[in-house]
């Protein structure tokens, strides 16, 4: 990955950065501007992904000794949408963090946003490492961890819940990240707990972001991941709303306790269709577009997750059991995965219910934990008056 070091640049205001939300988690950035005369100061590492626009490369910064991820971005004529986006974000724990973004020399074809680099991989990954282990059976504590960080990333997005400077709350546009998936959730660090119930994750990847507008919020064609998509959101109409990212939380959660998305089976359901429509014309006419069709256009069905395993309905693509999880967690998944666009809760109100019941969670737990351990000992102790 090759730069210009001749450059125009464009970096973040780091001027407002104390007044942001959650600490940094590259504190030595904070007194330089990434961005400056970028590449000079950094050496490359390795390249870590790739993707249509670009590839992602770690660099050392050279004078912090700070480790970063470069991504890579096309230029069509002004700064793209990610780097624009991301700019002027204030700082959020759960939200990648954009140190600077180099825009090369006026020919370059190519411009680097200078990103926090989180060492752990992604959500997708981390899931599919599991399963051979654990069958990728998650506990409780990390189910919450993982809605609460992702509802609080999302809340900050749509409205600025979080954010502490009085004035840009007041001046707060509104953001739709429009791709929430596991592929596109960091993992910074996975704690120290043995069931990942501390683990820190960052909601990443941008490209396909907007400030939202009701009024234009028509997702273009072949954008997304359409299997997150929620029953709103179809082929033909293609509303991408502030709803639909929080939807899309429910489907990461849905997907961890039961290995798949809260919808019914795509190739299940162009089969049944193949008996009422015409699914080869339709498929010529989408041509290489076939496959994301059906995923956007078979119905949505989330599952519950607080049922003894042997309740679930039968699902070819079920892996495994699902665990049984609380009434807690399971209603609220079930907030995000509301089928009524209108009943559906916000991010905020997510939030807050998340907070309050994960609260409760852990109050529950340290009592059954005092509950076992008064039984052990009154146990032990009739044992020792028998021995008497």
């Known amino acids: 990955m090759g730069f210009c070091k001749k450059t125009q640049i464009s970096s973040t ?23 400056y005369d970028f590449p000079n100061d950094y050496r490359m590492l390795r390249v ?24 890579a971005i096309a230029k069509k004529g002004k700064i793209p949408r990610e780097p624009n986006i991301l700019k002027d974000l204030p700082h959020h724990e759960s939200i990648i963090r954009m140190y600077g973004y180099h825009s090369g020399h006026s020919t370059s074809r190519f411009g680097a946003m200078i990103l926090e680099y989180c060492p752990e ?38 409205e600025g819940v979080g954010c502490k400077n009085s004035h840009q709350i007041k001046n707060w546009r509104p953001i739709v990240h429009r791709d929430i998936k596991l592929e596109n959730i960091l993992i910074s660090d996975l704690g120290t707990k043995p069931d990942f119930s501390d683990i820190k994750i960052k909601l990443c990847d941008f490209g396909l972001s907007a400030f939202y507008n009701p009024e234009a919020c028509t997702l273009p064609s072949l954008w997304g991941t359409c ?21 899309a939380i429910g489907c990461v959660i849905h997907e961890f306790a039961h290995n798949f998305l809260p919808v019914e089976d795509p190739v299940w359901y162009r089969e049944t269709m193949m008996q009422v429509l015409d699914v080869e014309g339709i498929e010529r006419k989408l041509k290489g577009a076939a496959s994301l069709y059906w995923n956007a256009n078979a119905p949505r069905h989330p599952l519950p997750i607080n049922v003894e395993p042997q ?19 399971n209603k609220c998944m079930l907030m995000a995965l509301e089928m009524d666009v209108k009943n559906r809760a916000t991010a905020a109100a997510l939030l807050r219910e998340v907070e309050e019941n994960e609260a409760v969670f852990y109050d529950e737990e340290i009592e059954r934990d005092w509950v076992i351990e008064m039984d052990w000992e009154t146990e032990t102790e009739d044992e020792e008056d028998e021995e008497d």
Not at 319 to 324: Q, V
Request: charged fraction near 20%; aromatic fraction near 10%; charge should be negative.
């Open 48 to 71: 870590i992904g790739s993707g249509s626009e670009g590839s992602v490369a770690t660099y050392i910064n050279i004078p912090s000794n700070t480790i970063v991820a470069v991504k």
């Open 227 to 247: 299997i997150y998509w929620p029953p709103e959101q179809t082929w033909e109409e293609r509303l991408a709303t502030p709803a639909g990212d929080v939807w």
């Open 13 to 35: 205001n780091h001027a407002s950065k104390s007044e942001n939300t959650g600490s940094c988690s590259n504190p030595d950035l904070d007194t330089i501007d990434p961005a």
């Open 121 to 158: 991989g992604d959500l997708f990954d981390f899931n599919q490492k599991k399963f051979p282990e654990t069958r990728s059976i998650f506990a409780e504590g990390f189910m919450w961890s993982i809605l609460r960080q992702l509802a609080s990333a999302t809340a900050f997005l749509h």
């Open 311 to 329: 309740h679930h309905a039968p699902d070819r693509r079920r892996l495994r059991p699902a665990p049984k999880y609380s009434d807690r967690l």
